[in-house]
């Protein structure tokens, strides 16, 4: 990321007035001022988005509430990704959502995609150590850790105390859905994700709960794997046997080899069962999320067979 040559020194630059606004859209024009200079005297982080991309209407009020409660510590600027293709190839912004932090005139740290709420305190707090997760948040940070770990029942009771205080803190609703899904207790599961409050059916947690949810139901009454290799290898366009094939690999962990079943199906024949292996994967996309190395590997493969 390139370093911007001609600021002047830190002196001129003060903090922030009682006027000024601590959050603010710019362009290029105002760049050297808002930026530059600004961050002489605290530090600014740069948010780069689009108007049509989800991630970013995801990020950026996240970015806004961790900004707000900071008090006037650290400022932000929103910067059209679209409108200022100049500004962005200069900082060799590649994709959005992009946040840089300048700090003494300089980048000094960024992210690419798409955080959670703490993961943002975490890396602001790196220039104002002030800002550190509440006590809830820590509690979520611990029973995500516990979950990536295998400990499911570990983390459904860290989400059950965090529910007990907030009761409708999605990512724990989201979190205890997940442990119950890989306690095998799929009613539990299903009877948390029906209570989600409405304005919250959108949020990508719970999608990703659900998709994960539908995903086991259709495991119940699956041939065993052998039989579903066999099948496949007698008969490559044996759909229904490659399409359970997909989902027992998958409910293994073998992702790739299950992704790589619904692509078969899709190259031999798109419109098979509705285009059911089309939307098994965009399922699968739900689950691991738009960010995960995975999904962007497995949507490239996606558009290729569509789209040559």
């Known amino acids: 990321m390139q370093?911007?040559?001609?600021?002047?020194?830190?002196?001129?630059?003060?903090?922030?007035?009682?006027?000024?606004?601590?959050?603010?859209?710019?362009?290029?024009?105002?760049?050297?001022?808002?930026v530059i200079e600004k961050s002489a005297a605290i530090p600014v982080l740069v948010s780069f988005y689009t108007s049509w991309s989800e991630s970013c209407k995801q990020l950026t009020p996240l970015l806004e509430k961790v900004i707000t409660r900071a008090g006037g510590a650290i400022h932000m600027v929103r910067i059209d990704f679209d409108k200022n293709q100049q500004l962005a190839a200069q900082m060799k912004i590649q994709s959005v959502p992009t946040v840089v932090v300048f700090a003494d005139q300089r980048?000094?740290?960024?992210?690419?995609?798409?955080?959670?709420?703490?993961?943002?305190?975490?890396?602001?707090?790196?220039?104002?150590?002030?800002?550190?997760?509440?006590?809830?948040?820590q509690l979520t940070e611990q029973a995500a850790n516990l979950f990536e770990n295998g400990d499911y029942s570990?983390?459904?009771?860290?989400?059950?105390?965090?529910?007990?205080t907030?009761?409708?803190?999605?990512?724990?609703?989201?979190?205890?859905?997940?442990?119950?899904?890989?306690?095998?207790?799929?009613?539990?599961?299903?009877?948390?994700?029906?209570?989600?409050?409405?304005?919250?059916?959108?949020h990508p947690e719970i999608q990703a709960a659900r998709a994960a949810l539908d995903l086991v139901q259709q495991f119940s009454g699956l041939d065993d794997r052998a039989t579903l290799e066999q099948a496949v290898l007698a008969d490559e366009n044996n759909?229904?046997?490659?399409?359970?094939?997909?989902?027992?690999?998958?409910?293994k962990g073998e992702r790739e080899a299950a992704a790589?079943?619904?692509?078969?199906?899709?190259?031999?024949?798109?419109?098979?069962?509705?285009?059911?292996?089309?939307k098994q994967l965009v399922k699968i996309f739900d689950i691991t999320g738009p960010?995960?190395?995975?999904?962007?590997?497995?949507?490239?493969?996606?558009?290729?067979?569509l789209f040559s």
């Open 3 to 34: 370093e911007f040559e001609g600021s002047g020194g830190g002196g001129n630059a003060g903090a922030a007035g009682p006027n000024e606004a601590i959050i603010k859209d710019i362009d290029m024009s105002g760049f050297m001022a808002d």
């Open 107 to 137: 980048p000094v740290d960024a992210f690419t995609g798409l955080k959670s709420e703490a993961e943002i305190k975490q890396f602001i707090g790196r220039f104002i150590p002030e800002i550190q997760p509440s006590p809830i948040e």
């Open 154 to 164: 570990g983390a459904s009771t860290l989400y059950s105390t965090i529910l007990q």
């Open 166 to 202: 907030e009761a409708e803190n999605i990512t724990a609703l989201a979190g205890m859905a997940q442990c119950l899904i890989k306690l095998d207790d799929l009613e539990n599961a299903a009877a948390v994700l029906a209570n989600i409050p409405k304005q919250h059916d959108s």
């Open 239 to 251: 759909h229904q046997a490659r399409f359970d094939l997909a989902l027992m690999l998958w409910s």
């Open 260 to 278: 790589d079943h619904l692509l078969e199906i899709v190259s031999r024949d798109r419109g098979w069962n509705d285009d059911g292996a089309r």
């Open 291 to 305: 960010q995960d190395a995975f999904t962007v590997m497995i949507r490239k493969k996606l558009s290729s067979i």
